[in-house]
């Protein structure tokens, strides 16, 4: 889809807001009131119906008797008026169009219809429609402000399908001293959604960060892709994703009629895109404050410094249990900390001043620079008392401010990042290091968190959000496991050799020919092995039969395979497959194989298709990894060939959207390769996931 | 130990400050203005070696200047004058001290020498000592204040071996209304430990709940029995154990002389005491918020309730997420919502007003009432908007807090918890809950984070903490793997057959007398499976000969075990075993065997010995139990005996005090049994873990 012209929508010449009240409980007052503070700016017309006064302005009756055409026309009346509304803004020249109005899409069918009827009529006029069932929009520095009161300003750029969020982001935001360039409530996104609004964000040269509140991605691939535009075009993205849960769809269907992806898909579209995602709104706004500051981690290791021991020794102890690693330091070091801090400090690290930063507050000065400069740490974390020496008197307090200064300027030549914890994050010296751009939290465990985050954003290499290829000309029909087998195989994944049989002579003369022992499955089971369909390690033509004539008893299936026997005890057992998501398309996964991936719930997603070398990395995230590159003296196993399977079946996957979920497992990994020992595919049902 | 008598720490009959100050920078200054708060109950003598006067009162030269005998003696000298002092409090009939100063066993082995000679003269004094390296003590109720500053009063009994962590949770205490009944720093914890204070706050009649930050818990067992023995007395526990980390160890030790614990023992600690663990301050207050409140939930059922979806839809997320379930209601209740709620109302759970919310406040109040009175739930969580209403304005502020209160006295009749998360933790509204017992939070993870611990708590039988029984009377003094086998085949464990050999004519005659395949291992490993020492599945006696002689050249073992081979195919390997932790003694552990447990941190511990059912217990607690519950059709495998196996190794290693680690990996359990296929004992070594 072509970048949508939203100039009207942020930036209007002028605007319109029909429903304009003089009632505080009503929308329509708070709409008029924010819009009328861009009056300076702009010419802001109040509409309603009943006409009179409204905040000390003459009100029209009727959009038609507005004088100019209104550019942006705010639309907050009720339901049954929404479409004539709509209808006469368009009539009028509206350029775009805010529907603050709820209960349609997201509560009937009925409602639903009547707004993709309403969004057509918008289109073919050229405009656009924001919501509806949205609470409005908003640019600072546009001086635009409909839909919201006192949002305070600054370089977020924010859009979100709930209001109520967007307003617990702000009081977030305000205590820490962040504040929004931008913003727009997508509500229902009968027109415009997340997509369409990345690109005026990541070009708004005042929004230096997004934050996104999303319940429905709609063309996943296509958010997951604006997305990774404007992360590589340098603005970070922060992503609250909601109705990952049951009954979080339950409540997002009702909610904005959105149709939710799984947990695992958006994590794998945010890995691609290089988005970071949270699951709360403290947070997202942790994570914005971070990501505002300007430095990265080169690495995990972490320097903990404070005045007070409990306070560092909780800090190292949630960061070494989160898979930061806070060393040992040098001699030199130490020896310099030892000079610097006097002789009470404790120097390993953490370093604690031990009662000594009240008698001498540039202890804090020079322990932080000494420790930033050191090329044996990655990052420093202050924590706990700094900023509550303001208590003890104003000269306390100027002084402090004074080191927080420094400790801010300290990280900046340093090029390394300083993250606070203090118990006082809203005292004097706490503002003055985030005016020095060093984020503070109140709670050691935002600080932690943060600092892992920064690491691993550091460390990882974004591959891009991968391009779904043209569906395969001749879909899918049937779903049998020859069929998956052949297609498989056809892709280029080696298969443990196999016979398809339906008879006991047949069976018999099939073996004979593999050579025993021999496996027998019965066909048509979706879970074979549950059902007890699978036998291993027949020895001879009596067992065969013996087996045979049991599963013909109790499956009565019409047909069988007979396969060779894979040496399973020389190998690792994998399950590699994809699963298609309503939103995000084919997603690859690989676990271990058997019941160990459920069970353990270690399991590693992607975007489809993946390359090799992205299906590797997948490999190797799992936590079962060192399984397979050869833990304590056990040979490495054959992580390419295991990787070049899961590479080839994400690709099928994806060129076949008819199938819903294919797996091979177990595809048995050893020293020479990785063979597929089953497969499994089941196609999309009409009225399934997809349907709406 | 017995019980100690600390009326003269807590509710003396008279105090010293020795080190008093008129320098508001100095430790003395503080501790004697807060002495001077309690003047009307009790004498106060301030002693500061130059005399004059301190804040308006004459101050004694010496502590036997002072007319009557101080109850309580407070040490704030410097370190060199320290045991002086202390000598002198005991010549003039001080009951307990107080021990400020600094730079004694923390700091070096010289003074922790002396530090323990002055318990020596304290304890034969039959006095008591608080520290030293301490901030002092506080008692709401008896007016004592020493060592703290406005320490807001409530119903927690803190003990912290930290003053400014303790500092911290009074600031995050006070933000949620809740306060202090005793204060208690322990710092180096030289005489008193937290076993020793525990008593005292368990029969303190306005503590209500105690609060623990604890670096060293010196005797784990007699701690544990001590909090097992107030929570089962009816005061909940909250523990912040620090220094579970390599570098928090460090620092814990540099900080209070600490000797740490695994983060492992500590947690099993807790779960047989009962009591909460947590890893900060915030979690700390927050969790005891929850506690402190009235009611526990029966099971995990949540109803989510507010006014916006978007709210809703993040907790549910949480909720899902954290193992809360997040139930569809029924169809009679959802009618009633319906009829209460209004028709824009989403009545499915999470349940969201959608914005009828501020038109009619009262449905906060029925639609918490019909949740809170349901059957098919078993907590709410009210979440999002509710609170910020006042803002609207006084009249609004009126009605908002009297629809508060009626929510909170809806949760009392219900018996069932209401937990709230609001935007405005510090509104009308959020306090009118607070005082209706029900706990408020402002980040929404928090909230979920309580409900997930009350319904834990809720479901747990805390087993009491086992008490080690005697030595066994013949230590073990060889570590060889046929004494493991014999040590634990004597409790009962059963083994796969084995016959120990030295040459090859032994070991092919070992052979046939077990029967092949057979497994061949060399002896004096520690780890043998990762040194090529063991060989699975030899076939005859040609396969034994090679085997055999590539062992005897690569290793050149002294010995050799010849064993039968067991069914692996037909079970699951698990590892069952004992470690030994400084403090908590012998713990007992279980995982899935081979490299499982360790690759994928899936292990269940417990303060050994531990009986059979809660071994059970343990290895039901595992995420891998399904493989041995009968996950998906599969049979159930011998899960008691396998739980008898862990049982008889942890009696075993409790026994034995000398034992380090004690093992069996694998322990083969099979529909029929539980085998054990092998066996390691590691025995403390001097120098070792437990050497201070």
């Avoid at 009240?358 to 924590?383: K, M, N, W």
């Avoid at 990894?625 to 080839?648: I, K, Q, T």
Wanted: include cysteine.
């Amino acid at each position: 889809m072509a970048t949508r012209d939203l100039q009207a929508l942020f930036d209007p010449h002028s605007v319109a807001i029909v429903g304009a009240s003089n009632d505080p409980v009503k929308w329509g007052y708070g709409l008029a009131r924010g819009a009328l503070r861009g009056a300076s700016r702009r010419p802001v017309y109040l509409v309603n119906r009943n006409g009179g006064e409204i905040l000390g302005q003459q009100a029209f009756r009727s959009l038609e008797d507005v004088p100019k055409p209104p550019e942006l026309v705010v639309v907050a009346v009720p339901e049954p008026a929404f479409e004539e509304t709509v209808d006469t803004a368009l009539a009028v020249g509206a350029r775009a169009i805010v529907g603050i109005t709820a209960g349609l899409g997201e509560l009937s069918r009925d409602g639903l219809e009547r707004e993709q009827a309403v969004v057509q009529r918008v289109r073919a006029a050229g405009a656009v429609l924001l919501g509806p069932n949205c609470l409005g929009v908003f640019d600072a520095g546009a001086e635009l402000d409909v839909g919201w009161d006192a949002l305070p300003p600054g370089a977020i750029g924010l859009v979100s399908q709930s209001g109520n969020l967007a307003l617990e982001l702000a009081l977030l935001a305000a205590d820490c001293g962040l504040g929004f360039s931008r913003f727009a409530s997508m509500g229902n996104q009968a027109d415009l959604d997340a997509a369409d609004l990345l690109p005026t964000l990541a070009d708004h040269e005042p929004t230096r960060l997004i934050a996104l509140y999303v319940e429905d991605f709609r063309d996943g691939r296509a958010f997951a892709a604006a997305c990774h535009a404007a992360v590589e075009a340098g603005t970070p993205i922060v992503l609250l994703a909601a109705g990952t849960s049951e009954a979080g769809v339950r409540a997002a269907r009702s909610h904005t009629g959105a149709l939710t992806s799984g947990l695992s898909a958006v994590e794998a579209a945010c890995r691609a895109a290089g988005v970071e995602l949270v699951r709360t709104p403290k947070e997202l706004i942790d994570t914005a404050q971070a990501l505002l500051a300007p430095r990265l981690p080169r690495g995990r290791r972490l320097a903990v410094f404070g005045d007070g021991g409990g306070h560092g020794i909780v800090a190292a102890d949630l960061a070494a249990a989160t898979g930061l690693v806070v060393p040992k330091l040098g001699e030199q070091l130490v020896a310099e900390l030892r000079v610097a801090l006097g002789p009470m400090a404790v120097t390993g690290n953490p370093v604690d001043l031990a009662g000594g930063g009240e008698q001498d507050f540039a202890r804090f000065e020079r322990g932080a620079e000494l420790l930033l400069a050191s090329e044996e740490i990655d990052a420093v974390l202050l924590t706990g008392y700094f900023g509550g020496y303001a208590e003890y008197g104003p000269d306390y307090e100027d002084r402090e401010t004074g080191v927080a200064r420094s400790m801010g300027r300290a990280a900046a030549a340093s090029g390394r990042p300083l993250v606070a914890q203090t118990m006082y994050p809203r005292s004097p010296a706490a503002w003055a290091l985030r005016s020095e751009g060093v984020p503070v939290y109140g709670e050691v465990d935002a600080a932690i968190r943060v600092l892992v985050r920064l690491a691993a954003r550091a460390e990882r290499h974004s591959t891009g959000v991968p391009v779904l290829p043209e569906p395969a000309r001749s879909p899918i029909e049937s779903a049998g496991y020859f069929e998956a087998r052949d297609l498989l195989a056809a892709a280029g994944i080696p298969f443990v050799e196999a016979r398809r049989v339906a008879s006991l002579d047949e069976t018999l003369s099939a073996a004979t020919e593999l050579g025993y022992p021999v496996v027998l499955k019965a066909l048509g089971l979706l879970h074979k092995s549950d059902a007890g369909g699978v036998a291993l390690g027949i020895s001879g033509p009596e067992e065969l039969a013996q087996v045979f004539s049991k599963m013909a008893t109790r499956l009565s299936a019409a047909a069988y395979s007979v396969e060779r026997t894979a040496p399973l005890e020389a190998g690792v057992e994998l399950i590699v497959g994809a699963r298609r998501d309503p939103r995000f398309g084919s997603t690859a996964l690989a676990g271990l194989g058997g019941l160990y991936a459920e069970v353990l719930e270690d399991i590693a997603v992607a975007l489809a298709p993946v390359e090799p070398y992205e299906a590797e990395q997948m490999l190797r995230a799992l936590r079962a990894a060192p399984l397979l590159l050869g833990a304590r003296g056990r040979p490495a196993l054959d992580l390419l060939g295991a990787a070049r399977a899961l590479a080839a079946i994400s690709r099928v996957a994806a060129e076949h959207p008819e199938i819903a979920e294919i797996e091979i497992n177990p595809l048995l990994v050893t020293v020479d390769g990785a063979l597929a020992l089953d497969a499994r595919v089941v196609l999309e049902t009409e009225g399934g996931s997809d349907a709406r």
